[in-house]
Nanobody
Framework: QVQLVESGGGLVQAGGSLRLSCAAS????????MGWFRQAPGKEREFVAA????????DYADFVKGRFTISRDNAKSTVYLQMNSLNPEDTAVYYC?????????????????WGQGTQVTVSS
C-alpha cells in the first residue's frame, strides 16, 4: 500500500501559477504510475496528467497541454504538478493517485490509491 498527501493548493489570480506536490509513503514509490485528477463542484472527477514509473513518459488532458507539467522525484517519493497560466475554469479539488499495475490511464477507476485532495481556486 501507499499513502498519498497533497499540498500546495490555494487561491491565485487568473494568469498565475501554483505547484502542487504529492508525497508518498509506504511501498516503493517508483513502482507506481502516478496521476493527477481534479473535481469541480457538481462535476465528475477528471484526468489532468499522468507520469510513468521512471518519468520517461507523460500524458496530459487537452485542456492543460502547454500550461501544466507533471514530474516526479523517485528519490523523494514525490510527484509534482506545475500549473501555469491558470484560469477560473481550473478551480477544483486536485487529487493525486497511484496506479499499481500497467501503464497510465485517464480513468479514475483504474487507480488504486488516492490522496485527500488539495483545493485550487483561481479568481478572475
Amino acid at each position: 500500500q501507499v499513502q498519498l498527501v497533497e499540498s500546495g493548493g490555494g487561491l491565485v489570480q487568473a494568469g498565475g501559477s501554483l505547484r502542487l506536490s504529492c508525497a508518498a509513503s509506504g511501498r516503493t514509490f517508483s513502482s507506481y504510475v502516478m496521476g493527477w485528477f481534479r473535481q469541480a463542484p457538481g462535476k465528475e472527477r477528471e484526468f489532468v496528467a499522468a507520469i510513468r514509473r521512471t518519468g520517461s513518459y507523460t500524458d496530459y488532458a487537452d485542456f492543460v497541454k502547454g500550461r501544466f507539467t507533471i514530474s516526479r522525484d523517485n528519490a523523494k517519493s514525490t510527484v509534482y504538478l506545475q500549473m501555469n497560466s491558470l484560469n477560473p475554469e481550473d478551480t477544483a479539488v486536485y487529487y493525486c493517485a497511484a496506479k499499481d499495475y500497467g501503464l497510465e490511464s485517464v480513468e479514475p477507476s483504474e487507480y488504486d490509491y488516492w490522496g485527500q485532495g488539495t483545493q485550487v481556486t483561481v479568481s478572475s
